[in-house]
């Protein structure tokens, strides 16, 4: 099955760009996503890319898909307290998805 | 569009009884829907995944006779842990698609808690 590592932890400033790394051992996944989950919450989608793709922008969020690599990684520019969350990727694999640990991201005002 | 409602989102349960936690696409029709495991600081574990009016397909190491899975509509799949201990206690997340898409959209959770 898939293999989906992620780094733990991200403290970031308040306006600051964060920078999220996911890195997968099967190059086969069509869709890969990224999903936000904040304390006692479910899964929040924030975005997704198509395996065709390099880059996805949308509004603060960058993702950028190095499919050589096997490295997926989430960009959120001018960074909010309201961002402080786990964010977890996700690759699909058949019909279901394989996510990574999360990566705690720390606002700091 | 795509709001999947999770219900209850807490329960504290005495140790033996039987807990049903119920699962909704409110406004799509969810052709899978699928039921996750969470302990605390971890990832998502995938329990089994079911399809209206079928069986559930049970992840290996997840009992079946343990949690009950049912998808008896388009909109709603129950999961009922039976005769729970402590060590059932967890965060349990649903979580479902829609035809020819290729999202999951996933509900707010519930925290069970077995005393």
């Known amino acids: 099955g898939e293999d989906v590592e992620q780094s733990l932890f991200l403290s970031v400033r308040e306006g600051d760009s964060s920078v999220i790394n996911c890195t997968y051992t099967d190059s086969s996944s069509t869709y890969l996503y990224w999903y936000k989950q904040e304390p006692g919450a479910g899964l929040q989608l924030l975005t997704y890319?198509?395996?065709?793709?390099d880059m996805k922008q949308d509004q603060r969020l960058t993702v950028l898909l190095n499919k050589k690599d096997k490295h997926l990684s989430l960009r959120i520019a001018d960074t909010q307290t309201g961002d402080s969350a786990i964010y977890f990727c996700?690759?699909?694999?058949?019909?279901?998805?394989?996510f990574g640990k999360g990566n705690q991201v720390v606002v700091i005002p | 569009g795509a709001v999947v409602s999770q219900h209850p989102s807490w329960v504290i349960c005495k140790s033996g009884t039987s807990v049903k936690i119920e699962c909704r696409s409110l406004?799509?029709?969810?052709?899978?829907m699928f039921w996750y495991r969470q302990f605390p600081k971890q990832s998502l574990m995938l329990m089994a995944t079911?399809?209206?009016?079928?069986?559930?397909?049970?992840e290996q190491g997840v009992e079946k006779d343990k949690f009950l899975i049912n998808h008896a509509s388009l909109t709603l799949s129950t999961l009922t842990v039976t005769s729970a201990h402590p060590e059932d206690s967890s965060f349990y997340i649903c979580?479902?698609?829609?035809?020819?898409?290729?999202?999951?959209?996933f509900g707010a959770g519930t925290r069970l808690s077995v005393l």
């Open positions: 890319i198509f395996s065709n793709m």
């Open positions: 996700a690759l699909k694999e058949d019909n279901r998805l394989a």
């Open positions: 979580s479902a698609t829609r035809e020819n898409e290729n999202i999951q959209y």
């Open positions: 406004d799509f029709q969810a052709t899978t």
């Open positions: 079911s399809n209206e009016g079928s069986k559930a397909t049970y």
